[in-house]
């Protein structure tokens, strides 16, 4: 009986990332998900992971994963795309089954490729991410896979951009030149792209430039509404993790690093107040 209930013990929707980057797709999914209670971390003070290697990501990833199984988390979203590419599926198929089976961790990169096929009219796909996330050929292999050879795609590493946004410097001038910088090395492998994912959860705050440097005719797509799709759809068709997800409309905020920092920053880029809490991982 004692391991009934503790199976079915409910607890608040982990949201992960290296950083601020997780905290735009938090925001999409607390607008469509609103009803659940939301424990969001970030590893500030390890942050940025796209340039670490493939054994550091992949242990710091599972280091936060265990920590929010500690609080409670009966599912943990991975709001990173290096973490995804990098860790994704050595703890869903080698961790999880001996910490515990019945929890649940997920990541951001499928849900975009599942929506890729949607927006892309000539097939030409480019992606923007971290070194990590570009080298390991995530985005290609999963596209691939699911699209059989359909489309072409055009990796570009942007390492300069997650180190702007966590500097705060993403709206200032020094921002132009690196965004320029990426956004025309990704046009000289193909002008002809037509889409482009930002491959990385931290580059919606840096998008305004982004933008600003692109064709006007390239769509470019931001992850957070997908990813917020696709978990509610993930709980429609999974009612026993469903009814282990709290509800409660809260958001707590956690992170490794400053916790006075993280929150002014937090606020910052979810236009509301947020209180932070330091915590070591
Ligand atoms: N936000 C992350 C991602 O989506 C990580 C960036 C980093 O820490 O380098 O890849």
Redesign the pocket.
């Known amino acids: 009986m004692a391991n009934d209930t503790a199976s079915y013990a409910a607890g608040p929707i982990g949201v992960f990332?290296?950083?601020y980057?997780?905290l735009t797709i938090l925001d999409k999914i607390r607008r469509r998900l609103p009803q659940y209670e939301y424990l969001y971390l970030g590893d500030n003070a390890r942050?940025?992971?796209?340039?670490r290697s493939f054994d550091v990501v992949y242990d710091f990833t599972l280091q936060a994963v265990k920590y929010l199984f500690s609080r409670g988390c009966q599912l943990v979203i991975l709001a990173?795309?290096?973490?995804s590419a990098k860790a994704l599926r050595s703890i869903q198929q080698n961790d999880l089954p001996t910490i515990d089976p019945t929890r649940r961790v997920l990541g951001?990169i499928r849900p975009t490729v599942e929506k890729i096929g949607e927006i892309t009219r000539n097939g030409n796909i480019g992606i923007f991410?971290?070194p990590?996330?570009i080298q390991s050929r995530s985005y290609d292999m999963e596209i691939e896979k699911m699209y059989g050879g359909r489309f072409k795609t055009f990796g570009q590493e942007c390492p300069l951009w997650?180190p702007l946004v966590e500097s705060q410097e993403a709206d200032g001038p020094g921002a132009d030149y690196f965004v320029k910088k990426y956004t025309d090395a990704l046009l000289a492998q193909c002008p002809d792209i037509d889409s482009v994912i930002l491959?990385?959860?931290?580059y919606p705050l840096i998008a305004p430039k982004i933008r600003q440097y692109m064709p006007p005719g390239i769509t470019i797509v931001e992850q957070g509404a997908i990813v917020a799709d696709s978990l509610a759809d993930y709980l429609r068709r999974h009612p026993e993790m469903e009814c282990r997800c709290r509800r409660g409309g809260t958001a707590t905020y956690l992170t490794t690093e400053n916790a006075t920092r993280f929150g002014s920053m937090a606020t910052l880029f979810l236009h509301t107040p947020v209180t932070a809490t330091h915590i070591p991982l």
């Open positions: 990332d290296s950083g980057g997780g942050a940025p992971y796209g340039v990173c795309n290096t973490a951001v991410g971290t990590g996330t997650v491959g990385c959860t931290h």
